[in-house]
């Protein structure tokens, strides 16, 4: 059985910074296509950020240069820092994880092309 936990989330000041740790269980998340999502108050879902089996790394234009996504293979988590945090970034945050080698392979399907999801945790930034 596949889980995905996230932790991490809270309320900042904009410009501040957080960081978000999906555990992850029941895959070997070192060889999977894993990536962040986040839904903003009442909009649809939208993909923060990609991790793959290749090393190969992805970010939305809006989060470019702020955020960084890593895995720790050590404590098997997917992680997010966020740095210099804005109002439009308050969202849910979810983990997604899909048994795929390379993002590249589902990256057309959007959020449709993960079968795995946390729970989410949620991220406010104010004012």
């Known amino acids: 059985q596949v889980t995905l936990v996230e932790s991490g989330g809270g309320s900042v000041q904009a410009g501040g910074s957080l960081r978000l740790s999906c555990a992850v269980a029941?895959?070997?998340?070192?060889?999977?296509?894993m990536a962040w999502f986040r839904q903003p108050p009442g909009k649809e879902r939208e993909g923060v950020a990609t991790f793959d089996g290749e090393g190969v790394t992805t970010y939305a234009d809006s989060v470019k240069g702020r955020f960084t996504i890593s895995k720790d293979r050590n404590k098997n988590t997917l992680d997010l820092q966020m740095d210099n945090l804005k109002l439009e970034d308050t969202a849910i945050y979810h983990c997604?994880?899909?048994?795929?080698?390379?993002?590249?392979?589902?990256?057309?399907?959007?959020?449709?092309?993960?079968?795995?999801w946390g729970q989410g945790t949620q991220v406010t930034v104010s004012s």
């Open positions: 029941g895959l070997p998340y070192s060889s999977a296509c």
């Open positions: 997604a994880a899909a048994a795929v080698w390379s993002c590249a392979v589902i990256r057309a399907r959007g959020a449709s092309g993960f079968s795995f």
